[in-house]
Nanobody
Framework: DVQLQAFGGGLVQAGGYLRLSCSTS????????IGWFRQAPGKEREGLSC????????YYADSVKGRFTISRDNARNAVFLQMNTLKPEDTARYHC??????????????????WGKGTQVTVSS
């Protein structure tokens, strides 16, 4: 079965860093764009970064551009998100998911649409 499992969250102070990982199985990894999403209480889900499966082209939302870096390892069917200069506003549950295209990522639809449990990131002052 399709699975995308996010790991690496935790509690950090503002200005700190975390590296999230997304472990996947059950699908042709390189055929999909893998995106990172987050959702905080009282806020809608936000797509913050995506990386193409074919050539590793990245995309970043304005809220994380310059602070977060996405990468992939097709040999391990894994995607990573290096999160630097974390802010309290980054506090949310983070998920990874697979989309067919960058367009579907931006529209938050399509692809495998498997959310899993996600991983909690909490940034304190």
């Amino acid at each position: 079965d399709v699975q995308l499992q996010a790991f690496g969250g935790g509690l950090v102070q503002a200005g700190g860093y975390l590296r999230l990982s997304c472990s996947t199985s059950g699908f042709t990894f390189a055929a999909y764009a893998i995106g990172w999403f987050r959702q905080a209480p009282g806020k809608e889900r936000e797509g913050l970064s995506c990386i193409s499966g074919s050539d590793g082209t990245p995309y970043y939302a304005d809220s994380v551009k310059g602070r977060f870096t996405i990468s992939r390892d097709n040999a391990r069917n894994a995607v990573f998100l290096q999160m630097n200069t974390l802010k309290p506003e980054d506090t949310a549950r983070y998920h990874c998911n697979a989309r067919m295209t960058f367009s579907d990522f931006l529209k938050d639809k399509g692809g495998l649409d498997y959310w899993g449990k996600g991983t909690q990131v909490t940034v304190s002052s």
